[in-house]
């Protein structure tokens, strides 16, 4: 049973900085693309970050130069560094794969969630 956890949210000040990590249980984050959402109180979930199997990147403009994307040290772990946040970061982040091999996840089309951590950033 595919099983994604995240791990390393938690609170700190305007221009702080957290790693997030993701880790898969029964599924390969090497051969997949695995994405980072964030969902803030009474906003819709969007999408952050992904990595590709063949290690590239995309990031939504608001975090471009802020946050980093990339694979961790320990097998099937996807890391999501995050810079200089600031409070409009807040919010619940989730990792994200899909069953379809390549398929780099959406809201729709993710079929595999993490519970999610929050991060919250105070000014």
């Known amino acids: 049973q595919v099983r994604l956890v995240e791990s390393g949210g938690g609170s700190v000040q305007d221009g702080g900085s957290l790693r997030l990590s993701c880790s898969a249980s029964?599924?390969?984050?090497?051969?997949?693309?695995i994405a980072w959402f964030r969902q803030a109180p009474g906003k819709e979930r969007e999408r952050v970050a992904f990595?590709?199997?063949?290690?590239?990147?995309s990031y939504t403009d608001s975090v471009k130069g802020r946050f980093a994307i990339s694979r961790g040290a320990r097998k099937n772990t996807i890391n999501l560094q995050m810079n200089n946040l600031t409070p409009n970061d807040t919010a619940i982040y989730f990792c994200a794969g899909a069953r379809t091999p390549f398929t780099c996840p959406t809201t729709t089309t993710a079929n595999y969630w993490g519970e999610g951590t929050q991060v919250t950033v105070s000014s």
């Open positions: 990595i590709g199997p063949h290690d590239g990147t």
């Open positions: 029964e599924y390969s984050t090497k051969d997949n693309c």
